[in-house]
């Protein structure tokens, strides 16, 4: 008996796969081994590189970088072996932009740096310690905003950056300091430029503002030992006769200028000279005093517990604003429980606007600008809310609500609400300037209003209910330009409430009962049935299409016109009377003056030349005298047909939609 064993032999193709295998087991052994001794080979020669022999590739670089003549006089090495290196240059200069003109934009006589290796081979220069000495900057920004110190476009761009977070562990500056010619701020200054170790950064300068002095001082924390990864602490204060700000906060990091919080004060004499400092596009206002938090990251900046005064105004907030896409996108609301909007405006202004009112006489469209070439490329949405209007004058509008959208130079307000002293103005206003002029589009609803508050009337005389729609649009350069050239309709309708019944009585033609009323001196109101004024606009003149007033005594209808923009009346209404008296006059009512000061008279209508004498005057009204006989003046007039008249101005519905209105 015989015993077999048998044992499997491996095929060639599993022999040949373990070999090539191991081949490459080794190749990468290899590999990795001839890698790792590169590297440090590369490590060693870095570590120990003689840095000074790259001072004319320094100076060709940082010309490059700058696009202007910049040169490093002299770099060297000041260790021999580290992967943090110590060099130091001398006779630093960098030019000025060619626009600027000849001279140096920056100085440096002595700069001792430590930096790291690694992030400069990754393209990212990363000081660590920074000795200054002999250092002197003459910045410069003209008129346009552009400046010597930035030849970037001041649109930003697509998106936020992160800045590099300085590293610094240490920082000293002596002998150093910097000149400031801001032409777009107005600002002109010296300063001193400090860094030492144990007490921290400090910049002290003196200079003008506007041509009045100004103090400008920075200072920060301790240099010495620096916590790259601390938060930085700092304080600011420039100080004028126009204008004082101070600023106390934390950076994220040490120097981080792109990243820090801090509580702000300011109050001066008007804010276009804060506007100087912080270019918020800001307009000039009475005096104010203002306090904010505020955070600044990269391109954006957070304004929250905004509080203060403007002139007699307060107000009450937040803002945002960020940088997209080279685009300004706002984001804020603000409140006041009083607001004048002449505070919204300089002492030189209102002085402007008085001389106006003088000559012209008190308008009650405004003159507010609306063309946006400032605000090409800002937007966003403001909301803002009134609980109470101040003005010099008296004035219907005693509170306001609205939403500012604005969209590439596309202004939106909607909704908007005017509080008048009786009843609401609301709707939406639309200025498009995104082409040409501004185009001004106005679409506003009445409801709840009082004929004697939109007129000016003494409520002895007129005291009537109205409701009504604005729909108007125009060119122009001002919300008063644009209504004054505008095309569109307002319509009012009002019902209820009582007119002058003297006025009533005579508008009527009723003589004798007139004179009774003359004689003794007062009447009693008059009951109102129905008003009813519907006007189209064409260029700026808004011709009646209907215009009647019906009272418990009479009945008229009229034409007329109002002409913008110097808003003035010229209207008359024809009166029957409900009850006739034996002797009637066909004098009319005439309705002149202005929006902002009506007049309501009953004489006749005078076509002679002005030199007219009083025998004549007195001719034409004796030539208005008719009898009871005389043309069907017997006839009682017949009520007008408010209802249909309200349907008419107002619409079918207006009574769905405004459920306050009538």
């Known amino acids: 008996m015989s015993l077999v064993v048998s044992v499997p032999m491996p095929c060639r193709e599993t022999v040949v796969t373990t070999i090539m295998s191991r081949r490459a087991l080794r190749r990468t052994v290899w590999a990795t081994a001839i890698v790792v001794a590169l590297s440090a080979l590369v490590v060693v020669v870095v570590a120990a590189f003689p840095l000074g022999l790259l001072r004319p590739v320094a100076s060709r670089a940082l010309s490059a970088a700058l696009g202007r003549p910049a040169t490093v006089g002299g770099l060297e090495r000041l260790d021999t072996f580290s992967l943090t290196p110590v060099i130091r240059l001398v006779d630093v200069r960098i030019g000025q ?97 400090a860094a030492d170790p144990a007490h921290g950064l400090a910049v002290t300068g003196a200079g003008t503002q506007r041509g009045r002095p100004l103090t400008v001082r920075a200072t920060g924390g301790r240099l010495d030992v620096v916590d790259p990864a601390a938060s930085y602490p700092f304080r600011a204060e420039i100080v004028s006769p126009l204008v004082v700000l101070t600023a106390t906060g934390t950076m994220d990091h040490v120097l981080d200028t792109g990243h820090f919080t801090a509580a ?104 507010t600008a609306i063309h946006f070439e400032k605000l090409g490329r800002t937007d966003g949405v403001i909301r803002f809310s009134a609980a109470k209007l101040l003005s010099r004058h008296p004035s219907p509008f005693v509170g306001l609500d609205a939403t500012l959208t604005m969209d590439h130079r596309r202004l939106t307000v909607r909704p908007v609400t005017a509080r008048l002293t009786h009843g609401t103005l609301a709707g939406e206003i639309v200025v498009d300037h995104r082409t040409g002029e501004p185009k001004l589009s106005v679409a506003l609803d009445l409801v709840g ?114 002409t913008l923009p110097d808003e003035t009346l010229a209207m008359t209404l024809q009166g029957r009377s409900k009850h006739p008296d034996i002797v009637q006059s066909t004098v009319p009512i005439h309705i002149g003056g202005t929006l902002a000061k009506a007049t309501f008279d009953v004489v006749p209508v005078d076509r002679s030349p002005p030199k007219k004498s009083l025998l004549g005057r007195i001719g034409e009204v004796v030539k208005s005298l008719k009898t009871r006989g005389d043309a069907g003046r017997a006839t009682a007039a017949p009520d007008a047909p408010c209802a249909a008249l309200a349907a008419a101005a107002l619409g079918a519905d207006w009574g769905r939609r405004h459920p306050a209105g009538r």
Do not use: Y
């Open 97 to 193: 932009p060619a626009w600027v003109g000849d001279g140096d934009m920056a100085r440096v006589a002595s700069v001792r740096v430590r930096f790291a290796v690694a992030p400069l081979l990754r393209g990212r220069f990363v000081p660590i310690e920074v000795d200054v000495a002999g250092m002197h900057l003459a910045l410069v920004r003209d008129a346009t905003g552009r400046s010597n110190w930035s030849d970037a476009p001041r649109d930003g761009g697509t998106a936020p950056r992160r800045a590099t977070i300085p590293q610094l562990r240490h920082l000293a500056i002596a002998d150093s300091g910097l000149t400031l010619r801001d032409d777009k701020r107005h600002v002109v200054f010296d300063a001193t430029v």
């Open 264 to 367: 702000v004060a300011a109050h001066g004499h008007d804010l276009i000279d804060l506007d100087d400092i912080i270019q918020a596009g800001v307009p000039a206002t009475q005096a104010f005093a203002m306090t904010a938090r505020v955070r600044h990251d990269d391109r954006d900046w957070v304004v929250t517990r905004l509080a203060g005064t403007i002139g007699r105004s307060d107000l009450a907030g937040r803002l945002t604003a960020r940088r997209r896409d080279g685009r300004s996108i706002l984001d804020g609301a603000f409140t006041a429980k009083v607001f004048d909007f002449d505070d919204l405006a300089s002492d030189e202004q209102l002085a402007r606007g008085k001389a106006e009112e003088a000559r012209i006489g008190k308008r009650i469209v405004p003159a």
């Open 449 to 562: 209003g009082r004929l004697e508050d939109l007129f000016a009337i003494d409520p002895a005389r007129a005291m009537v209910p109205v409701d009504g729609r604005i729909r108007l649009r125009g060119v122009g350069d001002t919300v008063r330009a644009a209504l004054g050239r505008g095309d569109g309709s307002l319509d009012v309708f009002g019902r209820g409430g009582g007119m002058d019944g003297k006025v009533a009585t005579l508008a009527a033609g009723d003589v004798v009962r007139g004179l009774g009323l003359a004689i003794g001196g007062g009447s009693e109101l008059a009951l109102v049935r129905c008003v009813d004024a519907r006007f189209v606009a064409h260029h700026g003149v808004l011709t009646a299409r209907d215009l009647i007033l019906d009272t418990a005594v009479m009945r008229a209808g009229g034409e007329g016109t109002v």
